[in-house]
């Protein structure tokens, strides 16, 4: 499809996916881990590091493009983005990439993602710095960290629809499952059992340890192509079907409730986008991965991007449709509950083998996959087809 | 303790606070409270507000109970609530505070066990910052 007649409906594919191993703590620095991450995803796309031209991060990442530019020996870059809100950012860098392809802006993009969260420091620890909004609100009172955040909707959410803490596990479960099939997930070798999920320690009552993410050290990275250049490439293409940013209405960040309707966070307004410029609904996706900072932002998300009604989310996790063979099989590399948690990045990755028929839990003839990026903050996702 | 660090839309509230008073920010223009305060009306764009007092009774939205990892002073009150309180007057207007045994108790000595969404509260005030306690029905 030529360039600006159809937007972005298949007009680039990823073509190359990289990563360093995960760990709690691996010794090089988050510098030489994104360049590590880059140069195997440029490789694995047969494209060499000079014919890059395109850029796109989110923002806590401590590699810019310059230092990565340089380091890896890119060509005259003519587009680069760092997309904001942390988490929320990781479909976003891939949406920015194949909007300037196809727009003209450029030709070769990467993405990436380095960071050292297992080893280094957690930006809720520092008591000196707190960004007066919304922080002046919250802090004071012990919200500190963005658990307690999400925990303080999530009791709502299960007060409201009479959901469970057995449906929080069914989350954790899924995604360790497949943890266990994936020699690269931190948790290949941990089975989880509900006794051990429900003797676990609170975090932030009702969340347990299990509700929570890896804490890592690990970079990915993907490389984004035109579809016409796509056909030349090592890989199998995987076209961007369609893709979307929300930072909706009276949106307040991690702390939605001071939104008029709480439990309806950017999910919703990013599934708006994301299924009017698509050719498939809800029912055509084979397999999502979709943000698992904390098991209850799965729920909110299967309801927001339209697997389950409101309210559903709980219910929908039941009978094992979470799992390989269920209903919607989710985070089949493990996410970043049991595989890494490297601000979601991983999860693009892994819906990027799947549609190669290449991930270590493949779900038979997957041809469409969704990707979520953080919900609770201003989000994107992408759907990618085969 | 960690101190609130305010900006200039959200000062009035602490010096209000300081003066054991609960206020919210309110559009002069429309009428509409807001929060958390900023500097313009998302209903008809005024710029001009006011801070309009509250009875200060509210009743409980949403609760945890964190426990460590903490920052060391809250670790050292752990378990303790933090709850979401939306007030009377204004039911979309849901403030963060904690539920206590008395202006000033320590965090965790409010039994978690006892809080429940819909429980009626009411707000007192310790060292600047709004408190809440359990209102007498
Ligand atoms: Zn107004």
Redesign the interface.
């Known amino acids: 499809m030529a360039a600006g007649s159809g937007g972005l409906k298949d007009a680039t594919a990823l073509v190359g996916i990289g990563q360093t191993p995960f760990a709690k703590r691996l010794p090089e620095d988050e510098r030489a881990l994104a360049c590590r991450a880059v140069l195997a995803a440029l490789d694995d796309a047969g494209i060499a590091p000079g014919e890059v031209d395109a850029l796109a991060s989110y923002t806590m990442e401590e590699t810019d493009e310059v230092e990565l530019a340089k380091a890896c020996g890119f060509g005259d870059l003519t587009f680069f983005s760092k997309v904001g809100f942390g988490g929320g950012g990781s479909c976003a860098t891939v949406a920015h990439l194949a909007a300037a392809i196809t727009a003209g802006q450029a030709s070769v993009g990467v993405a990436w993602r380095s960071r050292k969260r297992g080893s280094g420091p957690r930006p809720w620890t520092n008591t000196s710095v707190q960004l007066p909004t919304p922080a002046q609100w919250t802090r004071p009172y012990g919200l500190l960290r963005p658990a307690d955040e999400i925990a303080m909707l999530t009791r709502r959410y299960l007060h409201e629809y009479g959901a469970t803490r057995d449906h929080l596990f069914n989350v954790a479960l899924a995604c360790r499952n497949r943890a266990n099939q994936n020699p690269a997930a931190i948790m290949y070798d941990r089975p989880l059992t509900r006794e051990m999920y429900m003797t676990s320690r609170w975090i932030s009552e009702p969340l347990c340890l299990f509700d929570n993410c890896l804490e890592t050290d690990g970079a990915l990275a993907c490389v984004v192509v035109s579809a016409e250049r796509a056909r030349d490439c090592r890989r199998r293409p995987v076209y961007v079907h369609s893709a979307a940013q929300s930072l909706p209405a009276q949106h307040h960040g991690m702390v939605n409730y001071w939104n008029d309707d709480p439990l309806t966070g950017p999910a919703w307004s990013a599934a708006r986008h994301l299924w009017k410029h698509s050719d498939l609904a809800p029912e055509d996706v084979d397999v999502a991965q979709i943000y698992d900072a904390f098991t209850p932002l799965v729920l909110l998300s299967l309801e927001g991007y339209g697997f389950c009604g409101r309210g559903e989310g709980g219910a929908f996790t039941e009978g094992g449709a979470l799992e390989i063979g269920g209903l919607l099989p989710v985070n089949t590399g493990g996410g970043g509950l049991s595989e890494a948690y490297v601000h979601g990045f991983n999860l693009i990755n892994e819906g990027v083998r799947q549609l190669r028929g290449s991930s270590t839990a493949q779900v038979p003839g997957a041809s469409a996959c969704l990707v979520t990026a953080g919900e609770g903050v201003p989000t994107s996702a992408l759907l990618l087809r085969s | ?7 200039a ?2 000062a009035p509230f ?1 010096e209000y606070a300081a003066q054991g008073e609960l206020r919210v920010q309110a559009c002069a223009g429309c009428d509409e409270f807001r ?2 305060p900023r500097p313009c009306c ?1 209903h008809c764009q005024s710029f001009e507000s006011e801070w309009r007092p509250v009875s200060g009774r509210g009743r409980v ?7 460590p990892p ?2 060391p002073d ?1 670790a050292a ?1 752990a ?2 609530n ?1 709850v ?1 309180v939306e007030l009377d007057e204004a039911p ?1 207007i ?5 539920l206590v045994t008395g202006a000033g108790q320590p ?1 965790g000595a409010f039994p ?1 066990e006892s809080i429940r ?1 819909g429980a009626r509260v009411r707000a007192v005030f310790h060292d600047g ?1 709004p408190q809440w306690v359990p209102e007498r029905s």
Do not use: C, E, K
Not at chain 2, 61 to 67: C, I, N, P, T
Not at chain 2, 94 to 98: D, S, T
């Open positions: 303790m960690l101190r609130p660090v305010t900006d839309d959200g602490w929060f958390p998302p939205w949403s609760y945890v109970v964190a426990h903490l920052l809250y009150q378990p303790y933090v979401v979309r849901r403030l963060v505070g904690n965090l978690p969404i910052l």
